[in-house]
């Protein structure tokens, strides 16, 4: 009896193993692709002769927008600054206020699908505002509120008038909202630090990105799993992303407990046109399918003297290029592939 209970345990386990994404084994060849990248400020953060749209004051958000331009929500500094690859200034949108149009502490930026339309999260104004930009000027559209709205809060964008937030530290659960702030769904179990977590259930605490056919993909920070979850709420798939090497000298995880795990994926962005999630974990990248959740390609950053707080992935003509957003000092790296 005990005998044919090993042999199902082997069994279940051989079974479930396929649901876990594995780099490679020790000495063993990876199946991806590795990439070698070079890194480079587009202008230096320390210069004593910047311009003063140049001077970023803790910024949190990046993202490109479809006319190639780099979005950056200058969050201390309460605006959104877009400015070309070349390092030359667009135009500054808003200024500091609670009126129409203007920003106290916005944290995140990103753009509707094959749009033009700029979405800027306001944690302080707890809202969202929605921009038209075009070649030289963006204009207000309209805004939604956002109670829910935090500091470290991920916004990704459903549909005009929808969009999901990350977990926060005090839940464990995606939430769906309309453009008026009513919950329309929940993702996952509500975190209860006294209780086991259910085994379907997500980490709190994570980044979640939106799939082409309407899937959510929820990535955690300190625990490295994957879960792509259906609009309807069904939890389709679990997997685990290979924990990488303890970084002693990274000094951002000293505020954690001792017993708490590390961070794992410092963020992520999501690319719409190859439908590929990008995960910066060490600060080096990995693609990511979302169709099998394996690793495709490892994106290797040398001379990357800094820890990025978030990214933004644009299609090139070398194939693929990142834009890294340093929180302090403020900042913008490009990375792309060497040679």
């Not at 070079?38 to 320390?46: K, M």
């Not at 970023?56 to 490109?64: A, E, F, M």
């Not at 899937?215 to 798939?237: A, C, M, Q, R, V």
């Not at 505020?255 to 708490?260: D, T, W, Y």
Request: aromatic share 12%; with cysteine; proline share 7%.
């Amino acid at each position: 009896c005990m005998f044919r209970l090993y042999a199902a345990l082997l069994l279940f386990l051989s079974l479930t193993a396929t649901h876990t994404v594995n780099i490679h084994a020790q000495g063993a060849e990876p199946e991806y692709q590795i990439i070698e990248c070079s890194c480079q400020w587009l202008w230096s953060p320390e210069s004593t002769d910047l311009e003063e749209w140049q001077i970023l004051y803790d910024p949190r958000g990046i993202t490109v927008s479809p006319l190639g331009d780099i979005v950056v929500a200058d969050t201390r500094n309460t605006r959104v600054v877009r400015f070309s690859p070349e390092a030359e200034l667009v135009e500054i949108i808003g200024r500091s206020g609670a009126g129409p149009g203007e920003f106290y502490e916005p944290v995140e930026v990103c753009f509707e699908p094959d749009s033009d339309i700029l979405w800027v999260a306001d944690c302080q104004n707890r809202r969202i505002s929605r921009f038209q930009v075009s070649t030289d000027q963006s204009t207000l559209i309209d805004t939604f509120p956002c109670q829910q709205l935090m500091p470290l809060s991920n916004v990704v964008i459903r549909d005009q008038t929808s969009y999901f937030i990350s977990p926060l530290r005090s839940e464990n659960r995606i939430s769906l909202f309309d453009s008026d702030g009513n919950i329309v769904r929940s993702y996952g179990n509500l975190f209860e630090p006294d209780r086991p977590q259910q085994p379907k259930a997500l980490f709190n605490y994570g980044y979640i990105a939106v799939s082409h056919s309407n899937e959510i993909i929820f990535t955690g920070k300190f625990k490295p799993i994957f879960e792509k979850w259906s609009e309807e709420g069904e939890l389709l798939y679990q997997c685990e992303f290979p924990f990488p090497e303890i970084d002693t000298s990274r000094r951002r995880d000293s505020h954690l407990p001792a017993n708490s795990l590390h961070v794992f994926a410092e963020h992520v962005a999501y690319h719409y046109p190859n439908n590929r999630l990008y995960v910066m974990v060490r600060r080096n990248i990995y693609e990511v399918s979302l169709d099998t959740f394996k690793i495709e390609r490892f994106f290797h950053i040398n001379d990357l003297d800094s820890f990025p707080d978030s990214f933004a992935v644009q299609s090139s003509p070398d194939g693929i290029r990142f834009y890294l957003l340093n929180f302090r000092p403020g900042g913008v790296m490009v990375v792309s592939p060497s040679g």
